[in-house]
T-cell receptor, first 110, second 114 residues
């Protein structure tokens, strides 16, 4: 079983839509959680960390559910510039190994 | 500005050749990592190093070698033993301590076997 699993998509949504991605992880001892964004043929860039209490950064909201071992990312009022692949990342118990999901592709259409 | 630099951006390798990919960071990060990404795939860990002069195999280390002689540098050699080396290689670094420190990635090296 993979450490981190994501729906590969693509999610095709119109501008202004709200879209949500989920990601499940297998190791209950995982300590830290992140969402990264990767544009085509570029390196991944940190979008946001995911805290136990949930956190928001502008149009982006991340949630963690430890009991069910999943994290989510909600994007409100989608922009064309949000089109990218979103990677779910989970660390091991000692923070030093990061496990990446395969990514969920988002296409925002005019 | 602090950052992590990978070079070259594009690299072409002939069959049977060894090639070395450079990764340098000036973020004072303790740990450095090498990942491989294939088209439409996630990132797979090749090697990582948490301190100077020490490194650990990741999930797909066969056919690769690394060194960590300086905190700032973590070069990756793709040897002729790596049968399918064409991929996008990403170097990353992070602090070892504490939670919620993410990775910083370099801009990657695209390796193609010709």
């Amino acid at each position: 079983r993979k450490e981190v699993e994501q729906d590969p998509g693509p999610f095709n949504v119109p501008e202004g839509a709200t879209v949500a991605f989920n990601c499940t992880y297998s190791n209950s001892a995982s300590q830290s959680f992140f969402w990264y964004r990767q544009d085509c043929r570029k390196e991944p860039k940190l979008l946001m960390s995911v805290y136990s209490s949930g956190n928001e950064d502008g149009r982006f909201t991340a949630q963690l559910n430890r009991a069910s071992q999943y994290i989510s990312l909600l994007i409100r009022d989608s922009k064309l510039s949000d089109s990218a692949t979103y990677l779910c990342v989970v660390t091991g118990y000692n923070f030093n190994k990061f496990y990446f999901g395969s990514g969920t592709k988002l296409n925002v259409k005019p | 500005d602090g950052g992590i630099t990978q070079s070259p951006k594009y690299l072409f390798r002939k069959e049977g050749q060894n090639v070395t990919l450079s990764c340098e960071q000036n973020l004072n990060h303790d740990a450095m990592y090498w990942y491989r990404q294939d088209p439409g795939q996630g990132l797979r860990l090749i090697y990582y190093s948490q301190i100077v002069n020490d490194f650990q195999k990741g999930d797909i280390a066969e056919g690769y070698s690394v060194s960590r002689e300086k905190k700032e540098s973590f070069p990756l050699t793709v040897t002729s033993a790596q049968k399918n080396p064409t991929a996008f290689y990403l170097c990353a670094s992070s602090f070892n301590r504490g939670e919620n420190y993410g990775y910083t990635f370099g801009s990657g090296t695209r390796l193609t076997v010709v």
